[in-house]
């Protein structure tokens, strides 16, 4: 009995301990994105360059991401608008058939804009590893981030521990009520304990590589 109620004692210390750990880095998260984030392309302030998050454009089944739909249009919009001057599309090109960085790139171009504005990052594996190269890499200090609400928030926390100064537009969102938009928030909310655990242990992006000049 004694053993039994040891047990139940460790599994509810872990259950608490792994709640407080997933609100804390939530919470630290949120905080560090107030004031930076815009949904309303009348008010969001210029910077020289954007950078589009990237993401699959088709769910399984063959069906369009909705996610990736919103993200195009509001990189768009910000460009033609004046927002920004150049945008970087960053995602992942793990293989030779599946290239995110290529797939925007095409939409956005097939959207009206021309393609001398455009650079791409093809080591944007993890949004960690997008924003230490928008600074390594691209030699960017200051970004609009193009992506919904929550990845926007991620990104401008490990814009803010890389030294850089990022505000970010919103995407449209879909439905949290959604099966694809419950998957999506709960994913997020291990990615952002994954932050931390990637600054404990001094995480770097997988890829570096030579230097990219914007003008």
Known sequence: MF??????????????????????????????AIGKLYSNIDSIPYNKTGLLLGTSKYLPGNYVNPYYDHRIQAAVKLI????????IISGDNATRYYNEPEMMRRDVERAGIDSAVIYLDYAGFRTYDSMIRLKEIFGQDSVTVISQQFHNERAIYISTREGIAAIGFNARDIDNNQSLGFRVQLREKLARVKVFLDYLFDKR????????YIP
Do not use: D, H, M, V
């Open 205 to 212: 992006p997988k890829y570096l590589g030579k230097k990219i």
């Open 80 to 87: 033609k608008a004046g927002k920004i001057k150049y945008l």
């Open 3 to 32: 053993k039994k109620r040891t047990l139940y004692l460790l599994l509810f210390l872990l259950a608490a301990f792994t709640g407080y750990t997933i609100y804390w880095c939530n919470n630290s998260i949120e905080q560090s």
